[in-house]
């Protein structure tokens, strides 16, 4: 009996696995000999070598459709509700909402924290068991076509599209084709049967979307028409309260964690559920208590009292103008200091640049009282804020995470607010793992 299946060939393999060869390497079953049935399917035997009696091998011609109908077939062994969400910004807290509502009542399967390339799918796709009542995958856009191949394997009949704004250029020739590729969220919908939900505030949702031929468009946000409709909505000392308006009746909603942008995250979270059948007052209930990400704007105490606005899981300009303007909001009465880092994804080339000029527009608007560029491929965020208008004065340029707490240290109290977002690729240096212990001493992990 198989238990694994794998689409690349490895040195180490499990008991009762299946090999698509998809990856075409030289395997040397010599390495396999110790394993019990072992099955390996490839259109290239004169690559496969010293296979023993212990591997069975099957040749085909067309290996890449043999795989695919098999995914196709593990997938349709499974009558259950699949929840998939995109968007540039908010996939994994949107996912984590989602799931941790479902596991209240439900045995559930999904993506791993923010495990999502491709490489993950299949992974995913066959941990899909009999008991397996409800699964929640999260699903990026790193080229075209990315997107369409994760609709292909998990066919999520609820899907979710946040919001759509500039991420991923290295994979694209221009924004707009970075924008055209998240449209691929449709591909494979049952126009009669399947769910979409959007947010009905979102310009460039509405721009490459494609919607006429689909009949169960569900919308969420603040506008009038939207069937999940947020109203009322405030900053508390814990996260964002407000009032969720559908089908004529009025919730009051909290869920923790600051933005509006969290909000947007809450509805399409509630949406999604709603389409399990999980009753309203109770998702809402649920989402009282959620469990933040990890470095996904999580507040924290920081040295000296200050306040630590931690968002160092990655960095696009949408998640940066997000935490901007949470800053703004958190910081009316107390100084801010914002540390911007470069975004990986973006690339080189004008429409990199383009982007680093825009944030520093969004944060010259944001009236900071310090702006702490972090590296020299993000430096003309600070260039363009000066050009707008923002003192010199108020603008550092550091290398190091050493340079950043020698700059800061002084301005750090009970009336301070940091929002710190720097990539995790920077963060990961010994330089600014010295920042982070240093800026928050007690940091939960």
């Not at 900053?235 to 923790?256: I, N, Q, S």
């Amino acid at each position: 009996m198989i238990h694994y299946v794998m689409n690349v060939s490895k040195r180490s393999i499990d008991n009762n696995t299946l090999v698509f060869h998809m990856d075409g390497e030289k395997i040397n079953g010599k390495y396999w000999r110790k394993n019990k049935a072992i099955i390996l399917i490839t259109n290239r035997p004169d690559r496969c070598k010293n296979l023993g009696d212990s591997i069975t091998l099957i040749t085909c011609n067309h290996l890449e459709d043999v795989y695919w109908k098999f995914i196709s077939y593990y997938r349709g062994l499974f009558d259950i509700p699949v929840i998939g969400v995109t968007g540039t910004c908010g996939k994994t807290t949107t996912k984590e909402m989602i799931r941790q509502i479902l596991k209240k009542d439900f045995h559930v399967k999904g993506t791993w924290m923010s495990m999502n390339s491709m490489s993950v799918n299949l992974r995913y796709l066959m941990k899909l068991e009999k008991e397996t009542e409800v699964a929640v995958y999260e699903m990026p856009v790193a080229y075209p076509g990315y997107l369409k191949v994760a609709c292909d394997y998990f066919k999520p009949q609820i899907r979710v599209l946040l919001n759509i704004d500039v991420h991923h250029l290295t994979g694209f020739n221009s924004p707009e084709d970075y924008m055209l590729a998240k449209a691929e969220i449709i591909s494979g919908m049952d126009p009669d049967k399947d769910v979409l939900i959007l947010n009905a505030d979102d310009e460039n949702i509405r721009k490459v979307v494609d919607i006429r031929h689909l009949k169960r468009v569900i919308y969420v946000g603040k506008s009038e028409h939207c069937h999940f409709r947020a109203t009322n909505i405030h900053y508390t000392e814990a996260g964002m309260k407000f009032d969720l308006v559908h089908e004529g009746k009025t919730y009051e909603a909290f869920v923790p964690g600051f933005g509006e942008h969290n909000v947007y995250n809450a509805l399409a979270a509630i949406a999604s559920v709603s389409f399990v059948g999980v009753d309203i007052g109770r998702a809402i209930d649920v989402l009282s208590s959620f469990k933040q990400v990890k470095e996904h704007l999580e507040i924290k105490k920081g040295v000296d009292g200050c306040t630590v606005l931690d968002d160092t899981w990655n960095a696009a300009p949408l998640s940066m103008e997000t935490g901007l303007k949470v800053l703004t909001a958190l910081s009316k009465n107390k100084k801010s200091i914002a540390l911007l880092g470069y975004m990986p994804q973006l690339g080189k080339g004008k429409y990199a640049s383009e982007q680093y000029e825009k944030m520093g527009k969004k944060a010259a608007k944001a009236n900071l009282d310090m702006l702490v560029i972090v590296g020299e491929k993000a430096r003309e965020i600070g260039m363009s804020a000066i050009n707008l208008g923002m003192a010199e004065s108020k603008v550092y340029y550091c290398e190091t995470g050493d340079e950043v707490f020698d700059v800061i240290r002084n301005h750090l109290s009970n009336d301070t607010n940091i929002l710190m977002k720097i990539t995790y690729r920077v963060m990961k240096r010994d330089s600014f793992q010295r920042l982070r212990k240093q800026l928050i001493p007690i940091d939960k992990e």
